[in-house]
Structures are given as structure tokens and as C-alpha cells.
């Protein structure tokens, strides 16, 4: 697994503010959604165009579209929503797919409850969104729910990641065909014995959505 670290000053001082525990949920919004924009940068640098000519009020040039089939976007509900619109802003023409997956809070297992995804993904770039990465658990199922349809192009965006979640995907997804791509805004200390990242931000969907 290819793991970037977006490691840039906007994208920590934006992310200062969302950990504060003071953030309100409509700033905690905004900032997850500008976060996702800036992710996107680092995260779309490989998505695949097509070259198209246009004529500039001075003349001729060759440009690029996204080429065709369009990237393929998943948010994982409940807290991935919190980063569609900001990821849609940078890729409009994407399509979107939906992956509803919970964790059990007492055996940190992930639990898929919904999904809404084209059958064939064999030939479609793509972008998982979920603000966290902690045990990897939900992440890992993610991975294996689009590489049973035929992903092999997946570039997961996270906000925030935990060492301990960066290594069981490492583990569990090898045997994976997809190469996967992990781009987040940070890699913190650690997770605590309730599965939550140290110094992390807490909830991300209770504080998103604030409905338990
Ligand atoms: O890496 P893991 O240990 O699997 O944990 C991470 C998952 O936990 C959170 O979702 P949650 O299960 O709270 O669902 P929600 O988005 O509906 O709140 C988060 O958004 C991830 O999906
Ligand atoms: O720290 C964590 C871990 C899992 N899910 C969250 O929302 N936050
Ligand atoms: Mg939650």
C-alpha cells in the first residue's frame, strides 16, 4: 500500500481545528469539507484523462478531460458524507457509489449494512472517503467489498489515520489485488483500548451529524 502523508501547513491548521473539542458542528463541517478539497489535490494526481483540442480567443491548444468511464467516489456513511461535496467539487463529473458500514463499539468489527455500487468496478478509478482510519477494520472490509467487484485502482482519503490501522491494511490487504493508495492529512499517535485515535478528534460522525 502506497501511504502519503499530506503534510502541508493549511492542511494542519485546518485539522488543529477540527480535533479542538470546542469546534462547533457547522465549523466541524466546513473544515472536514475544505479538508477533502485539499486531500483531493494530492489524491487525484493519477486520475486518468483524455486529451481534447479547444480553440483559446488566441488559438489552438490541446487540453484534458477526465477520461471516460468517470472515477467512481465512495463515501463509506456515515461520517464518509461529511467529505462528498468537497471531494465532488474538485471531480464534478465523478459518479458516486455508497458503502454504509458500522463498527460493533464493543468488538471493533465492522459491519456492512447498505452498499449502492455499480457490479463491474474492473475498470473504474476508485476514491473511498471516511475521515478515519483506526483499526482499519471498516477500511480493510471497504477494500475488500470493491476488489470483489473488480477494483483494482483504489485510492483511499482519510483525514486522519492511526499507526495500528496503517499496518493491519499493510497485512490484510497484500493478498489483495488492488494496489490501494492512502492519502490522509495525519498519522497520529495511537489508538486508545476504546479503539478511538490518540490524540485523534473523537467521534467523526457523532460530531458531524451529532445523532448516536
Ligand atoms: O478503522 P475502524 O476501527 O474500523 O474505525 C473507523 C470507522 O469508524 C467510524 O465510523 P462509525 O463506525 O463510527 O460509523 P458512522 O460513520 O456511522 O459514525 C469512521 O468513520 C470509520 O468508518
Ligand atoms: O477515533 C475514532 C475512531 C473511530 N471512529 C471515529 O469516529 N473516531
Ligand atoms: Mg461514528
Redesign the pocket.
Known amino acids: 500500500m502506497r501511504v502519503h502523508v499530506a503534510d502541508h501547513p493549511l492542511i494542519a491548521h485546518k485539522l488543529t481545528y477540527l480535533r479542538d473539542k470546542r469546534t462547533d458542528t457547522p465549523t466541524f463541517r466546513r473544515l472536514a469539507d475544505e479538508l477533502v478539497t485539499l486531500l483531493a489535490y494530492e489524491a487525484t494526481r493519477e486520475v486518468r484523462v483524455t486529451p481534447f483540442d479547444i480553440e483559446t480567443p488566441v488559438g489552438p491548444t490541446t487540453g484534458i478531460h477526465l477520461a471516460t468511464p468517470k472515477p467512481l467516489v465512495v463515501p463509506?456513511?456515515?461520517?464518509?458524507l461529511g467529505m462528498l461535496d468537497g471531494m465532488m467539487r474538485m471531480l464534478p463529473t465523478a459518479e458516486v457509489g455508497f458503502l454504509g458500514?458500522?463498527?460493533n463499539?464493543e468488538t471493533?468489527e465492522?459491519h456492512t449494512y447498505t452498499n449502492r455500487l455499480p457490479d463491474d468496478l474492473s475498470n473504474r478509478q476508485c476514491y473511498v472517503l471516511?475521515?478515519?482510519?483506526?483499526?482499519?477494520?471498516?477500511?480493510a472490509a471497504a477494500v475488500h467489498f470493491l476488489a470483489e467487484r473488480g477494483a483494482h485502482d483504489i485510492t483511499a482519503i482519510t483525514l486522519l489515520s492511526?499507526p495500528e490501522?496503517i499496518e493491519r491494511l499493510e497485512r490484510e490487504l497484500a493478498e489483495v489485488a488492488a494496489p490501494v493508495t492512502l492519502v490522509t492529512g495525519a498519522i497520529d499517535e495511537r489508538l486508545n483500548e476504546h479503539?478511538y485515535i490518540v490524540p485523534g478528534l473523537g467521534?467523526?460522525?457523532?460530531r458531524l451529524?451529532g445523532i448516536v
Do not use: S
Not at 467521534?203 to 457523532?206: E, F, I, K, S
Open positions: 463509506i456513511l456515515r461520517a464518509g458500514m458500522v463498527r463499539e471493533l465492522a471516511d475521515p478515519m482510519l483506526a483499526t482499519g477494520g471498516t477500511l492511526a490501522g479503539g467521534d467523526a460522525g457523532d451529524y
